[in-house]
């Protein structure tokens, strides 16, 4: 029994070593890799909607839905220069009203630059592929989902003090 105690003690002290200088430099949720920090999310749920196409009571139908919302970011700092890049997906799949399925993308990259202390560039990417449940919109009532991408581009640039 002392033995083992031993063992286990010394074991967790040689990891709280070789762990240390790991985990006590990264972010709170973050997984360290190589010169980046990862955060990974993963969110599973259930949705019960008494009337997905929104429509009036005598023809609404009600279902069940299932959703998967994986997210990954991954983030680098250079000095004061700081990235990110990432993606968020959301899939919801329905009990019995399979064509309302439906899967969200998102993917995006950011930095956020010093050149020196008067020039700044904040940049951000983004991709969006989304659907819009029936329904939703004030268009004419359509039997599938509105599915749209949007790419878009932004960017500041700064001088001065």
């Known amino acids: ?18 762990a240390g200088p790991v985990f006590g430099q990264s972010p709170p949720g973050s997984i360290p890799v190589g010169p980046m920090f990862a955060y990974p ?43 990110n890049v990432g993606y968020r997906g959301e899939y919801g799949r329905y009990q019995t009203q399979t064509s309302d399925n439906f899967q969200n ?21 983004q991709y969006l592929d989304r659907v819009d449940p029936r329904g939703t919109l004030n268009l004419v009532a359509t039997p599938t989902p509105n599915q749209w991408q949007q790419p878009s581009v932004q960017g500041l640039y700064t001088y001065g003090a």
């Open 41 to 83: 999310e993963l969110e599973v749920a259930v949705r019960r909607d008494s009337n997905i196409a929104i429509q009036p009571d005598s023809t609404r139908v009600a279902d069940t839905i299932w959703y998967l919302k994986p997210a990954l970011r991954l983030e680098a700092k250079q000095g004061p220069n700081f990235y």
């Open 1 to 18: 029994m002392k033995i083992r105690t031993c063992v286990a003690s010394a074991f967790c002290a040689l990891s709280a070593v070789g």
């Open 105 to 125: 993308h998102e993917l995006y990259a950011d930095g956020a630059m010093l050149f020196d202390v008067r020039n700044r560039l904040n940049v951000k990417l």
